[in-house]
């Protein structure tokens, strides 16, 4: 049980594009869903907190013009990074938890590279 | 400010060792502990976690121990096997808080030797 998917696994992008990322609950529902970056051999970094049908919590420093949250239904939250540039290349991984759990469970992660 | 600082940076085990990693925190309001086992481009995955209420949690080969009043608790994985090899993160919570946000140590990369 717990499982949470992202898709895609990986995507490669031109300098100014956007890209999409999906994080999905397979089984359960997801009140809480978290965005995280992650750097080569560094821990994660938090991005932004949703909760269904509201708008996202950005962590201070986390442009959120850029970096675009969606959480509209109990098992789906999706990221856009807007006009990507080659800094914002990273491991994104989002996490999720239902009502009342205190445990958070995480995707596989998005690899993003942007040329 | 790290909330959470977890030592040591890396660590080496022959198979069959322990392997002791250990956390740190301050602010006394956390009262939840989880640890993430990580492989290389993969998430997080939740190993063990433990609530302040109990000094200790053991899961098959895995040992969270937990000292209160000293802000520490420490993960303990006995018969280490290659396949334990992976970075772990301890991280903090606070039930109920901020969406359950949840603040990570820096993490610490085990490798264990065949």
């Known amino acids: 049980g717990a499982v949470v998917s992202q898709h895609p696994s990986w995507v490669i992008c031109k300098s100014g594009t956007s890209v999409k990322i999906e994080c999905r609950s397979l089984d359960f529902q997801a009140t809480t869903m978290f965005w995280y970056r992650q750097f080569p051999k560094q821990s994660l970094m938090l991005m932004a907190t949703s909760n269904e049908g509201s708008k996202a919590t950005y962590e201070q420093g986390v442009e959120k013009d850029k970096f675009l949250i969606n959480h509209a239904s109990l098992t789906l939250s999706t990221l856009t990074v807007t006009s990507a540039h080659p800094e914002d290349s990273s491991f994104y991984i989002c996490?999720?938890?239902?009502?009342?759990?205190?445990?958070?469970?995480f995707g596989p992660g998005t690899r993003l590279t942007v040329l | 400010q790290q909330q959470v600082k977890q030592s040591p940076q890396s660590l080496i085990v022959q198979k069959g060792g322990i392997s002791i990693i250990n956390c740190a925190y301050e602010n006394t309001a956390f009262d939840y502990f989880p640890w993430y086992q990580q492989f290389p481009g993969k998430g997080p995955a939740l190993l063990i976690a433990?609530?302040?209420?109990?000094s200790e949690k053991k899961e098959g080969r895995f040992t969270i121990s937990f000292n209160k009043s000293a802000k520490q608790f420490s993960l303990h994985i006995m018969d280490s096997q290659p396949g334990d090899s992976a970075t772990y993160f301890c991280a903090a919570s606070i039930r109920g808080g901020s969406n359950y946000k949840l603040t990570f140590g820096k993490g610490t990369l085990l490798t264990v030797n065949p």
């Open positions: 433990i609530r302040p209420d109990v």
């Open positions: 996490s999720a938890r239902w009502a009342g759990a205190d445990t958070q469970y």
